[in-house]
């Protein structure tokens, strides 16, 4: 699995916390980017977002999988 690009609104510091469960590093989305996700899903419920913001979303997805991906690698599932 491979990214083609990183959101435009991710910023380069940052965006990605590592926590530990179980004595496992777990990476997961920062506070920042997770209230920019919060943020769209919001205004998606509201009314239609721009292609732009459709574009960040989806972007943001494709991180969330790619994150997820490398926990499980990491855990061994």
């Not at 435009?8 to 997961?28: H, K, M, T, Y």
């Amino acid at each position: 699995m491979k990214l083609s690009h990183l959101p435009d609104s991710l910023p380069l510091e940052g965006a990605v916390c590592i926590e530990l469960v179980e004595g496992v590093p777990i990476f997961r989305a920062s506070i920042l980017v997770q209230t920019r996700i919060e943020e769209l899903l919001a205004k998606q419920k509201e009314v239609p977002l721009t292609n732009e913001e459709e574009q960040e979303l989806t972007e943001y997805e494709e991180l969330d999988d790619y994150l997820s991906l490398i926990n499980r690698l990491i855990r061994g599932y």
